[in-house]
């Protein structure tokens, strides 16, 4: 007989699951751990992080890392997050943690988000807010024009959920999509590539994971080739982008707008020229957040748990 599961999840998170634990779990027994015991396994769900960041790590987070930290009969985490490139889960990968993530449970709600922006961009919704603080009349017919997004080219760094579904999105919008990816295929280029087609992107939108073949992707050299008066919008992760560079691109006008959910350091610096850039709109990477999150996350969670214990392949695992 095999004995108790011992999975360290948070109460909340253990009260959603409901049955679903025992479920997921065919009858074996399993008890719920709290931090400081030993684990088996382990949840990582949303109310773990809170308002924590990668890079300022609150209390009650740092509380629940360490807890991971000190389990050493550990053998699974599944994170809430689409990504794993907080430093926690590349210890435990060195330990022989098996990682898996949430990726795909938010990518809807970041694609409605990424569209937002782009279209705020287009349409001028800075400058046109801008106007409107300032209780100023300034028609776009008297400031200059905004092109038709019809037949303009969009270059998508990361072509998983999220990078699929914006686009299809700008495809029936009319533009050209062009995805860069971790392989090269024949409507795509990999990510060694991008070079190759930054000179004909209108529109660089970045949906990657961060990984050692992304960070630092786009770089001086990289936002030198984009047509002058490009616009990029980031929703992956800050470090794909080198934001002195881009600062710069912004300021030249070399690249005439952004919207940015992710930065090199969060939160965002007081201090950074970002907050304060007329052609520049700044998220607190929170393009990925919606009521329906929790929900998703849990029940790939759980679709997971099921498999661990029944031996099989588990689902978005972090190679």
């Given at each position: ?5 011992r999975v360290?999840?948070?109460p ?5 699951a ?7 779990l065919?009858g ?7 931090p400081g ?27 629940f ?9 550990l053998?699974?985490?599944h994170?809430?997050?689409?990504g ?5 889960y590349?210890e ?25 922006g782009?279209?705020?961009l287009a349409?001028c919704?800075?400058q046109?807010?801008?106007?409107q ?14 092109r038709?997004?019809?037949?303009q080219t ?5 072509w998983g ?5 914006l686009?299809a ?5 009319g ?23 930054l000179p ?14 992304t960070r ?6 990289a936002?030198a080739?984009?047509?002058h008066?490009a616009r ?7 470090e ?6 881009l ?10 707008g ?5 930065f ?10 970002l ?8 998220t ?9 999150n ?10 997971n ?7 099989r392949p ?6």
């Amino acid at each position: 007989m095999k004995s108790p599961l011992r999975v360290l999840i948070t109460p909340s998170a253990a009260q959603q699951a409901g049955t679903g634990l025992a479920d997921a779990l065919g009858g074996r027994a399993h008890v719920v751990v709290n931090p400081g015991d030993d684990a088996d396994v382990a949840f990582v769900s949303r109310d773990v992080t809170g308002l924590s960041t990668k890079h300022q790590v609150l209390p009650h987070t740092q509380q629940f890392h360490d807890a991971l930290r000190s389990a050493p009969a550990l053998r699974w985490v599944h994170a809430h997050s689409s990504g794993a490139d907080r430093p926690v889960y590349g210890e435990l990968r060195t330990r022989g943690v098996e990682v898996t993530t949430s990726s795909g449970a938010n990518a809807g709600v970041v694609v409605q988000t990424a569209l937002a922006g782009v279209l705020m961009l287009a349409r001028c919704f800075p400058q046109l807010l801008a106007a409107q603080r300032e209780k100023t009349w300034v028609p776009l017919v008297g400031s200059g024009l905004p092109r038709d997004l019809a037949g303009q080219t969009a270059v998508i760094g990361g072509w998983g959920p999220i990078g699929q579904g914006l686009g299809a999105l700008l495809s029936a919008l009319g533009l050209r999509v062009i995805p860069v990816r971790s392989s090269t295929s024949a409507d795509s280029v990999c990510f060694e590539d991008i070079h190759t087609v930054l000179p004909r992107a209108d529109w660089l939108l970045l949906a990657c994971p961060l990984t050692d073949r992304t960070r630092g992707l786009i770089d001086a050299a990289a936002l030198a080739l984009l047509p002058h008066g490009a616009r990029l919008v980031n929703v992956s992760r800050g470090e794909v982008v080198d934001e002195p560079a881009l600062i710069a691109a912004l300021r030249s006008g070399a690249v005439s707008g952004a919207y940015l959910d992710v930065f090199a350091h969060e939160p965002l610096p007081a201090d950074s020229p970002l907050w304060d850039m007329p052609n520049v709109i700044v998220t607190p990477h929170t393009a990925g957040h919606s009521d329906g999150n929790e929900a998703r996350v849990a029940a790939l969670f759980l679709d997971n748990l099921k498999r661990w214990n029944e031996g099989r392949p588990l689902l978005n695992r972090v190679a």
